[in-house]
């Protein structure tokens, strides 16, 4: 006599999988013709610089997610000056913060937190471009060496650099010396001619960035003067 063998119950949806979301499809960028010409110039100069650095094929383990190269795009249109950075990634740690504060001057951070959060957030490597060349900040707490054939300041322990070259005043903040001494000698201008290892411009004088009026000092419709150097 045959036995009779059950019929397998009906296979249902797993409550996770029909609650997962859908991905939606990337939004595609726009087309080169269709950028206005400060825009377009600026997108052509990162498709460059994209080509240019290497991209790791090892997995982000950083809190922190890296930001779009768009995010560059202010920079490379708004500033009238130098300004420096390592690439879209140093030492396996990429951008993860970019600034332009009231004055002028550009920060761009490295890597994730290593104290604070949001608003208070310390990263592992921090490249900021001053276009006010007056002073070198540290100068007087720290002992003076040559980076790249140009005079800088060492400080905390050779954690921080700082450095007048050309029309700016480039200083590095790291976690310790030899990421700080990595940092300097791999810095070039994202805006500007220049490359990494090479001696750096040297310092020309006083600009007179810290006695041009700020956009928000400006009356409506005027612009603001250039410095020399610039």
């Given at each position: 006599?045959?036995?009779?063998?059950?019929?397998?119950?009906?296979?249902?949806?797993?409550?996770?999988?029909?609650?997962?979301?859908?991905?939606?499809?990337?939004?595609?960028?726009?087309?080169?013709?269709?950028?206005?010409?400060?825009?377009?110039?600026?997108?052509?100069?990162?498709?460059?610089?994209?080509?240019?650095?290497?991209?790791?094929?090892?997995?982000?383990?950083?809190?922190?997610?890296?930001?779009?190269?768009?995010a560059?795009?202010?920079?490379?249109?708004?500033?009238?000056?130098?300004?420096?950075?390592?690439?879209?990634?140093?030492?396996?740690?990429?951008?993860?913060?970019?600034?332009?504060?009231?004055?002028?001057?550009?920060?761009?951070?490295?890597?994730?937190?290593?104290?604070?959060g949001?608003?208070?957030?310390?990263?592992?490597?921090?490249?900021?471009?001053?276009?006010?060349?007056?002073?070198?900040?540290?100068?007087?707490?720290?002992?003076?060496?040559?980076?790249?054939?140009?005079?800088?300041?060492?400080?905390?322990?050779?954690r921080?650099?700082?450095?007048?070259?050309?029309?700016?005043?480039?200083?590095?903040?790291?976690?310790?010396?030899?990421?700080?001494?990595?940092?300097?000698?791999?810095?070039?201008?994202?805006n500007?001619?220049?490359?990494p290892?090479?001696?750096?411009?040297?310092?020309?004088?006083?600009?007179?960035f810290?006695?041009?009026?700020?956009?928000?000092?400006?009356?409506?419709g005027?612009?603001?003067?250039?410095?020399?150097?610039?």
């Amino acid at each position: 006599m045959r036995r009779s063998v059950a019929a397998p119950p009906p296979r249902t949806r797993s409550p996770l999988r029909a609650a997962a979301p859908r991905r939606h499809a990337a939004t595609p960028l726009a087309p080169l013709h269709t950028i206005a010409p400060s825009r377009r110039h600026a997108t052509a100069i990162l498709l460059a610089l994209l080509c240019a650095v290497a991209v790791s094929a090892c997995g982000d383990t950083l809190q922190d997610q890296p930001i779009a190269p768009q995010a560059l795009e202010s920079v490379i249109v708004k500033s009238r000056f130098p300004v420096y950075w390592l690439g879209f990634e140093f030492q396996r740690m990429r951008i993860t913060g970019v600034t332009i504060d009231p004055g002028g001057a550009v920060t761009i951070h490295y890597g994730d937190c290593l104290v604070g959060g949001q608003y208070t957030c310390v990263t592992p490597v921090t490249v900021v471009s001053s276009p006010d060349n007056s002073f070198v900040p540290g100068a007087s707490a720290g002992h003076a060496v040559r980076v790249r054939s140009v005079a800088a300041t060492s400080a905390q322990g050779g954690r921080t650099v700082s450095m007048a070259t050309g029309s700016v005043v480039v200083s590095v903040h790291a976690r310790d010396a030899s990421l700080a001494s990595g940092a300097v000698e791999t810095m070039a201008p994202l805006n500007k001619v220049g490359l990494p290892l090479r001696p750096l411009p040297p310092a020309v004088p006083d600009t007179g960035f810290d006695r041009v009026p700020l956009p928000s000092e400006l009356p409506p419709g005027a612009s603001i003067p250039r410095t020399p150097g610039t």
